[in-house]
């Protein structure tokens, strides 16, 4: 037997339903499924953006589409889980092919599921190395199964395989809010409109879920109930004696860059350091850029005794450091060959040659680095060539696809006269210094840090112009890293620095072939200087504590040579700026401390961020926007704004605001006709007027006999006289005509809102009611 | 009001982002708690708002074994929500309904089968009616349930001369009163053509009255567990004799119905045989029925045969064909 045969919904909203058949209701289904998978796309291409890959990921990506969308015909459902599989289990393939030592490390179950927990648990997908590799793998699964299951009306099943893809890039931390909201969105719309589809609801159904969904997107912006642990993601330290992992192979120990705003910092000491150089106090490097920060691929490795130095001429560098206030880095000159010390036993040689310590290091500690610093001169920097080995070129040349072209046309420009890449990086170094001011005060800008530091920004700090010159020394194909650390610090003896959180610092790193990496500092050092001094002398005055230990109130220790023996390009743009001065403090120190401890929350430098994404609506850093007469609002303020609108329309509409509107406009508006149309038009008015000063008329019930039980005033009934005679002998003139609508027009002119009263209360004689 | 296994999948999604955003960092699980939360507060109050929706089932006619009947479901309410319905029958119907979910305000139909002798009902109707997620619902029980009767069976039992010897009546049209006029409301069968064909006008045969006011008496009895027999033998042997245009009354266990004829009196004739249970009847009659383990028996004038051997290998036929 069949099932019930027929089945029809009435509906008596205005508008009626006509518009909204079960073929709108697909479409909104399939849109909804469409939004939710673009949603986790956009994690991916976000992900491919920076490691490579987007246009084969798109390509994957249709593919799946098309694929599901010729399947979805004839294929059953077991045979497209069969397939989404395969589909799985050959991405995953193929990425652990691409990785190196890839397969030795998929043997061992344990290591699998280490890494899969490490993501779960907030690692981005960015610091897995061939994260591009890994993306692409990833896509075409969920993609075609949750496309599939849409298309074959299984819109739970698509919901859930969408949802289950997002919330993947959820616990990653890849996806931002905006992101996940509007996946939620696509997967709530997914199953909302999916059931209207399949079980034929009204119209009002239809708004009913589009208020969930406008409710949604306004109330989640606003409301917190997550609460906020530590943001450390379950990665295994590489420590001694621990298990090789796959996760080991392919992630960072830790640790990203995210560039700041408006930042200040701390003028605690942080350690003091005796050393036989004076040298930057290097702590962190990071190969992979995003557009918006620094992240480091790659295993951390247990300490094991000592460390190759550069292959080139070296000085040697003997550092003690004394730790003045909890800290979890290891702060040594580059390149550490040797540490000694209560710390070495523990501490861990990052993927990119640093070393850092395996836990927290307590005040009062102390450590010693030997170091071998390359020691080329600019000769053999000029000539050291370009044959870099395919893993530097891979890892350090990479660059978001974000990055306008205008970068490198610029960089072209600049360093169109050097001949090699020692040159070019002075070049740009010296160009930065010269052409942007430093500054704490900025806001964060939108899109890519490099592009808008070079084209909108006029100040900056050190992050911007360290990344901005690896971005354009890799626009040249040089490989380049940002790195952080400390400045050398307050010298209070010839051989001894104090260091404060001020001195917090970034810069760059170049490879030179047979030499190894050598430090570039585009930042302007008399600014910075100025700047982290008055930030000293404030913290004094403050009297703010552990600002000074002993010696270093004393002011700075004078040699007799020159006091700047790094930077060797003179200082320009002396002026700095004047707003960078009381709060405002140097470096990255908080980020870099935060990032590498998230335990010492009590350290209280967090940098404070003034420059919050979502509002880059007046753009007054970058000064990007000029004075247009519209607020000028991001894309998804537009979307929310949007989102708004629908909202308000859905309310209105269940209101019937949209049917009196429609009413309100008829009774007033009489087009003209023959005056019989026109008496029977204006009765229709003025009944209206009537049905909803006192009741409708009843079927049957005659105009007379309905304006004599309401009871209706003198004009009423004269124009329910001229009605029946235009209606049943169709005997009425111009005249007759006009005087209805006359009549009607005053009524209606009465019974309008504010109007009316005006008007009645001018002393319009006659009964209140009509 | 009850959560849904989406609802607990949720609440249990829920969960597991707080304790991983208290333990492992907040990430953007705020935007996925909070609109879980939204969307089950919104199911909530959806739900809070609904009234229980009116229902009306249409009341399908009686009918014999075998015919099918379309029942109409209106669902009417204000809160235009999804709702699974589920509409039961009693086992002597059969019925193509399959639980259905539907938008409300809604309307279904679906066709029976009528089987079993007897007053068969539809329903109770439950309404199980969830938010336009699907993630709560409620249900509403309607006990109200809508009779079907479904007639004895009837097997034709080729001509009435069998009931009656030769001179109380006779199923012969030849033997009419008198021609007169047609008047509208006559049947067209009894239209005289011949007649017709002469005049130029329609003529029909009116039968002699003394029939009509005779008519026959039947009774109709039965032992326990063979009110079914009976009741088809009853009803077979009635109709028959109404179809023939005679008058019957009919005595049955527990009740009697005083002689008519016509549409009405076959309604009321089998409408009482479809109800009928089992037991003696000991009314005077002309026509007795009874069945019991050793069959259906007719007695006409004392006479007594097996009602199978009335209806004949048309009968067994016709019921083949009722029954598949």
């Known amino acids: 037997m069949s099932t019930p045969a027929g089945s029809h919904n009435s509906e008596t909203g205005w508008g009626g339903e006509s518009w909204f058949g079960s073929g709108s209701r697909r479409v909104l289904a399939l849109a909804a499924t469409a939004l939710l998978i673009a949603s986790y796309l956009r994690v991916l291409t976000y992900v491919t953006d920076i490691a490579g890959g987007t246009s084969r990921l798109i390509l994957f990506v249709a593919g799946s589409f098309l694929a599901a969308t010729l399947l979805a015909r004839f294929l059953p459902a077991i045979g497209a889980l069969v397939l989404a599989a395969v589909l799985f289990a050959v991405g995953l393939w193929s990425y652990v092919q691409a990785v190196p030592n890839g397969t030795f490390l998929l043997q061992s179950l344990g290591a699998v599921r280490t890494d899969i927990l490490s993501l779960l648990t907030g690692l981005s997908i960015l610091r897995i190395m061939e994260a591009g590799v890994w993306a692409i793998g990833f896509a075409p699964a969920p993609t075609f199964l949750a496309w599939y299951f849409a298309l074959r009306r299984r819109y739970v099943a698509a919901s859930v395989v969408g949802g289950a893809a997002l919330g993947f890039f959820v616990l990653t931390g890849d996806a931002t809010t905006p992101t996940v909201l509007a996946g939620v969105v696509g997967a709530v719309g997914v199953i909302g409109f999916g059931e209207l589809e399949r079980h034929g609801g009204s119209v009002r159904q239809a708004e009913t879920l589009v208020l969930i969904l406008v409710a949604i997107v306004v109330i989640s912006p606003f409301v917190s109930v997550v609460p906020d642990g530590a943001s450390q993601p379950l990665v295994p330290s590489g420590s001694a004696g621990g298990p090789t992992t796959v996760e080991g192979s392919l992630l960072a120990s830790s640790n990203h860059v995210k560039i700041q705003g408006s930042i200040t910092l701390s003028s605690e000491v942080r350690f003091t350091v005796e050393s036989t150089h004076q040298d930057y106090w290097r702590v962190a490097s990071y190969d992979r850029y995003t557009g918006q920060g620094w992240v480091r691929t790659g295993e951390a490795n247990p300490y094991s005794g000592s460390l190759s130095g550069p292959p080139g001429n070296t000085t040697a560098i003997d550092q003690t450091y004394t730790v003045r206030s909890r800290m979890s880095i290891m702060p040594a000159a580059w390149k550490p060959t040797e540490l000694s010390g209560g710390p070495q036993k523990n501490a861990e040689v990052t993927a990119l040659g640093g070393v850092q310590p395996g836990g927290e290091l307590a005040n009062g500690t102390t450590y010693s680095v030997e170091s071998q610093r390359p020691n080329a001169t600019p000769a053999e920097l000029r000539s050291a060539g370009t044959a870099y080995p395919d893993r530097i070129t891979s890892r350090y040349t990479q660059l978001p696809r974000s990055v306008p072209n205008r970068v490198k046309r610029l960089t072209n420009q600049i360093t169109a006269k050097a001949t090699n890449p020692y040159d070019k990086a002075r070049i740009i170094e010296r160009w930065l210094k010269n052409t942007n001011n430093y500054s704490l005060n900025v806001s964060r800008p939108e899109g890519s840090i490099a592009d808008s530091f070079l084209f909108d920004m006029q100040a900056g700090y050190c992050t911007y112009y360290a990344t901005t010159m690896a971005t354009m020394l890799r626009t040249q194909g040089i490989p380049t890293r940002f790195v952080t650390g400390y400045t050398d610090g307050q010298r209070v003896s010839r051989n001894k620095w104090v260091v404060r959180g001020l001195n917090s610092h970034a810069w760059v790193e170049v490879y030179f072939p047979d030499i190894g990496w050598v430090r570039f500092d585009p930042t302007p050092a008399g600014p910075r200087r100025s700047v982290e001094q008055s930030r000293l002398e404030n913290a004094r005055s403050d009297n703010e504590s552990n600002v000074d230990i002993n010696g270093s109130a004393a002011g700075e220790w004078t040699p007799t040579p020159t006091p700047t023996p790094i930077d060797t390009t003179p200082t320009s743009n002396g002026s700095g700026d004047g707003n960078a001065t009381t709060d405002a403090a140097a470096g990255i120190e908080g980020q870099l401390r935060r990032a590498v401890n998230p335990g010492n929350g009590g350290a209280a430098n967090v940098p404070t961020t003034t420059g919050t994404s979502g509002a880059a609506d007046s753009g007054s850093g970058g000064g990007g926007s000029g004075g247009s007469g519209l607020p000028s609002l991001s894309p998804l303020q537009w979307v929310f704004a949007l989102v708004l609108v629908v909202g308000l329309v859905a309310v209105a509409r269940r209101r019937g605001v949209f049917e009196r509107l429609y009413r309100e406009l008829w009774v007033r508006f009489q087009p003209s006709g023959s005056p019989t149309e026109e008496t029977e038009r204006a009765f229709s008015r003025l009944e209206y007027l009537l049905a909803r000063e006192h009741r409708p008329r009843r079927s049957g019930e005659t105009p007379n006999q309905y304006l004599q039980v309401i009871d209706a005033d003198d004009r009423a009934t004269r124009v329910g006289e001229i009605f029946e005679r235009a209606h049943y002998a169709g005997d009425v003139n111009r005249a007759d005509a006009d005087e209805a609508n006359r009549l009607v027009d005053q009524l209606v002119a009465e019974h309008t809102p504010i109007l009316g009263r005006i008007r009645r209360s001018w002393g319009k004689s006659g009964p209140d009611s009509i | ?324």
């Not at chain 2, 708002?49 to 309410?77: K, L, M, N, Q």
């Not at chain 2, 049209?173 to 002469?198: C, I, M, T």
Request: with cysteine.
């Open chain 2, 1 to 324: 009001m009850r959560p849904t296994r989406r609802a607990v999948v949720l609440v249990g999604i829920c969960a597991l982002a707080i304790w991983l955003a208290s333990r492992f960092g907040a990430r953007s699980l705020n935007a996925v708690v909070v609109p879980a939360l939204v969307v089950l507060g919104a199911g909530v109050v959806q739900l809070i708002f609904t009234d229980r929706p009116t229902i009306h089932r249409s009341h399908p006619a009686p009918g014999f074994p075998g015919e099918t009947r379309t029942v109409e479901i209106e669902v009417e309410t204000d809160d235009p929500l999804p709702a699974r319905i589920t509409d039961r029958v009693d086992s002597g119907l059969r019925t193509s309904f399959s639980d259905v979910t539907r938008g409300l305000p809604t309307s279904i139909d679906y066709e029976i089968t009528l089987e079993s002798r007897g007053e068969q009902r539809l329903g109770p109707l439950t309404l199980v009616v969830r938010d336009v997620l699907g993630l709560w619902t409620k249900t509403f029980e309607f006990p109200k349930r809508t009779p079907v009767l479904v007639y004895p069976e009837t097997h034709d039992i080729p001509g009435t001369r069998i009931f009656g010897g030769s001179t109380r009546f006779s199923d012969d049209r030849e033997q009419f009163d008198e021609l007169r006029e047609y008047v509208p409301g006559d049947s067209l069968r009894n239209v005289h053509w011949a007649s017709s064909a002469k005049r130029d006008e329609l003529v029909v045969m009116e039968f002699d009255a003394a029939i009509d006011v005779t008519g026959l008496a039947i009774a109709a009895g039965s032992t326990a567990g063979y009110a079914d027999e009976m009741a088809t033998a009853a009803a077979s042997v009635a109709t028959t004799l109404l179809d023939a245009g005679l008058a019957v009354s009919l005595s049955f266990p527990g009740g009697e119905i005083e002689r008519d004829g016509g549409e009405s009196q076959r309604e009321r004739v089998l409408a009482a045989l479809a109800r009928t249970g089992h037991g003696r009847v000991d009314a005077d009659a002309d026509i007795r029925v009874f069945a019991d383990a050793d069959g259906t028996a007719i007695t006409v004038d004392d006479r007594e045969m097996p009602f199978e051997k009335l209806t004949g290998f048309a009968a067994e036929s016709a019921v083949n064909r009722v029954r598949t």
